[in-house]
């Protein structure tokens, strides 16, 4: 049988690449009759760390992976339609690489063209394939609970005709399939209360129907209500195959700046006792205003816990961009307080979460919950106390805390608007209570988390569920070909 090439368009931004990435490779080293092009798009607001990760794997990855980087497009609109306007722009660079892919067919040692793998905000490619004769599977970067919201929701605008925005600050609450808890609109998305992104939210969603499945990054033992909800045959097969994990971290030159402050890190973490430090870490977009960040740093003081706090200086206000590091974070804590807390506590920028996750001297993590963080921690075995900022990070926290005890909160409601001038500030006292509960060294949510953990690494074993569904995903895909 002749060897078998699907296309990997990830949607833009490393966060969606690196999973796909690792899908990949996951792909190939089960099955050598498949190969992967894994089509880069480059958009400098979105993402400055592709070349970096790509650089990074380059040397370890198969020789059945390449990446071929799409032209950046010069791209003037800023305003919310700015990616899909930016990804559609994409489609005849696409086309041209893979009408290359497909020429080369001819020859006896070229693969097959055998489908697409778009990611979750890229499904305008479904066209692209569509030209090329050959189907396309959708990869959902999230959990399969932000899925059925996502159909859920569409569903009710589309055939009910009901205006998803009224539920902004309302008390209703929603029996989405698969959940057994009432959600409550507070946790929503914001985009469910945004008609100015509907378009991209419920056009994305109608489009997920016309793939020939959904690979998600998840795993049946966690998400198992919902994800037996999708063998109902009204949406197409779901390969729940995760948790999808960049488990080796971001690479860095050795000797470069990020090396040594990670060897610092590493160090620090090395001199605590097991289970002993609370990880702060609030993603590559989490940072908070002055303010907030005294209450944080008021909280860790009042705790006495020894401490590791990835603290981050939001971009200008009223602007969207990612937070940078301090250049030095006194100026945003409270007087002295570095000085304080120099004994149990350490104050970081970007941090590299996965080793801190993987150390056996962290006891918690207080997160913002995004759908990589969670599975990382569960894996990890750490526990986490939830503080969602935006996104569908909220829906992350209560299917976390509320259906499956997996949690504690600190804020499961906090919502970070990029342009409010007052944005909501937690209180220390709150904040406190947060840590103290997640550092609870024999509760009931740190057992079944350490459950969960084992659980996670069992079903990518041979035999466990994500390993044979990764299975059934590569013979649907051949069995096309046929």
Not at 61 to 66: E, V
Not at 88 to 111: A, D, G, I, M, R
Not at 350 to 360: F, G, R, Y
Request: hydrophobic letters at 40%; one cysteine or more; glycine letters at 8%.
């Amino acid at each position: 049988m002749k060897k078998s090439e699907l296309v990997f368009v990830p949607s833009p931004g490393v966060g969606h690449l690196v999973p796909a990435v690792e899908i990949a490779k996951l792909m190939v080293n089960r099955d050598d009759r498949l190969s992967i092009t894994v089509l880069v798009m480059k958009h400098p607001p979105l993402d400055t760390k592709i070349n970096e990760y790509i650089k990074s794997v380059s040397a370890s990855i198969s020789d059945h992976i390449r990446f071929v980087y799409l032209p950046s497009e010069e791209q003037t609109n800023s305003g919310i339609n700015f990616l899909s306007l930016f990804i559609e722009s994409q489609k005849p660079h696409v086309k041209n690489v893979v009408s290359k892919l497909v020429q080369s067919e001819s020859s006896s040692e070229s693969p097959q063209l055998a489908g697409f793998v778009v990611g979750m905000f890229c499904t305008t490619m479904i066209d692209v394939a569509d030209e090329f004769g050959v189907p396309s599977y959708i990869f959902f970067a999230s959990s399969a609970v932000a899925l059925s919201l996502m159909l859920y929701m569409q569903a009710l605008n589309d055939e009910k005709n009901v205006d998803t925005t009224e539920f902004k600050d309302s008390d209703a609450e929603f029996m989405l399939p698969g959940i057994i808890n009432p959600v409550p609109a507070k946790v929503l998305p914001s985009v469910v209360f945004n008609k100015d992104w509907h378009p991209i939210y419920f056009g994305n969603a109608r489009r997920f129907k016309e793939a020939e499945g959904i690979m998600i990054n998840t795993f049946l033992e966690l998400e198992s209500h919902v994800i037996n909800v999708f063998s109902d045959g009204k949406t197409p097969p779901l390969y729940p195959i995760g948790p999808i994990l960049n488990l080796k971290g971001d690479g860095h030159d050795v000797g470069s700046a990020e090396t040594n402050k990670n060897k610092d890190i590493m160090e620090w973490l090395d001199g605590q006792p097991p289970s002993s430090v609370v990880f702060l870490c609030f993603g590559s977009m989490g940072s908070f205003g002055e303010e907030q960040v005294k209450e944080i740093a008021c909280a860790l003081e009042q705790s006495g816990y020894r401490f590791l706090w990835s603290l981050r200086q939001p971009p200008p206000k009223g602007k969207m961009g990612f937070p940078s590091d301090y250049a030095s974070p006194e100026e945003a804590l409270p007087i002295g307080f570095l000085d304080r807390m120099a004994e149990i506590g350490k104050v970081i920028g970007w941090a590299p979460q996965v080793a801190i996750l993987s150390h056996p001297a962290i006891g918690g993590f207080v997160s913002h919950c995004g759908w990589n963080s969670i599975l990382e921690s569960l894996w990890f075995g750490v526990p986490i106390a939830a503080w969602p900022l935006f996104s569908e990070q909220q829906l992350n926290a209560f299917e976390m805390m509320i259906e499956l005890g997996l949690a504690v909160e600190i804020k499961m409601d906090y919502r970070k608007d990029f342009r409010a001038e007052n944005e909501m500030v937690v209180s220390g006292d709150i904040i406190e209570k947060g840590i103290r509960s997640v550092m609870e060294q024999d509760s009931e949510i740190r057992k079944k988390v350490k459950a969960m953990s084992e659980v996670s690494k069992k079903a990518l074993l041979d035999g466990g569920s994500s390993h044979s569904s990764i299975g059934r995903l590569i013979e649907d895909v051949l069995n096309h070909m046929k």
